[in-house]
């Protein structure tokens, strides 16, 4: 959906609810086009628009910094922790991904499966959707607990569904041979499936 100019952002507030689904950086081999009409180089956000008129009527919108913090400003809202997975950009080898703080106190197995979700977004290329946005925002929700089993596998099931039969690893294996990439690790979540002889595609 266009979301080029200031007041054309304004009417899409007015006329949708408006909600930030992710922020994440560009890896060397992407390429990203702004529904604001210019070419993205750096970061970018997803927004998630439902047609107040008609909820069923749900957009998407992907846009750069700009659109991306004029939106937030309009929903006074926080921007989602930016997912980096460079080494250069963010915390050196360590797979937390961005805006990761002592803080924050995540629970491992939930941040396994969190780096997923944001890894099945880069490595498809797609607008998450339905239970994908609903798993990712319960286990940012409560990122201090570990995630149900259904929620586990519910990702498996979808990273399942790789056309070329690729694990998630193997996946995020191709992107480093053109990037820096930190280290990420999902053997927590393995361990899950295992346990329930379910095959891991993490």
């Not at 498809?124 to 995630?147: N, T």
């Not at 992107?175 to 899950?192: A, H, P, S, V």
Request: glycine residues 6%.
């Amino acid at each position: 959906m266009n979301c080029r100019g200031e007041r054309r952002r304004q009417q899409i507030v007015n006329n949708y609810y408006v909600k930030p689904i992710a922020h994440l950086r560009l890896l060397n081999g992407q390429t990203k086009r702004s529904d604001a009409e210019a070419n993205l180089s750096d970061t970018y956000y997803i927004f998630e628009c439902k047609l107040k008129s008609n909820v069923n009527n749900i957009e998407t919108i992907i846009c750069g910094s700009g659109a991306g913090k004029h939106f937030l400003q309009l929903l006074s809202q926080e921007s989602p922790a930016l997912f980096d997975p460079l080494k250069f950009h963010g915390m050196g080898e360590s797979g937390a991904g961005g805006g990761d703080t002592i803080e924050d106190k995540w629970n491992s197995t939930a941040k396994q499966l969190y780096n997923a979700i944001q890894w099945l977004i880069i490595c498809w290329d797609i607008i998450p959707r339905g239970p994908m946005i609903a798993i990712k925002e319960e286990v940012v929700r409560l990122h201090s607990q570990k995630p149900t089993f259904s929620q586990i596998k519910a990702i498996n099931t979808i990273l399942s569904k790789d056309h070329q039969r690729r694990k998630l690893t193997e996946m995020i294996n191709e992107f480093r041979k053109t990037n820096e990439i930190k280290r990420y690790e999902f053997d927590l979540l393995t361990q899950e499936l295992e346990e329930k002889r379910i095959d891991s595609y993490f």
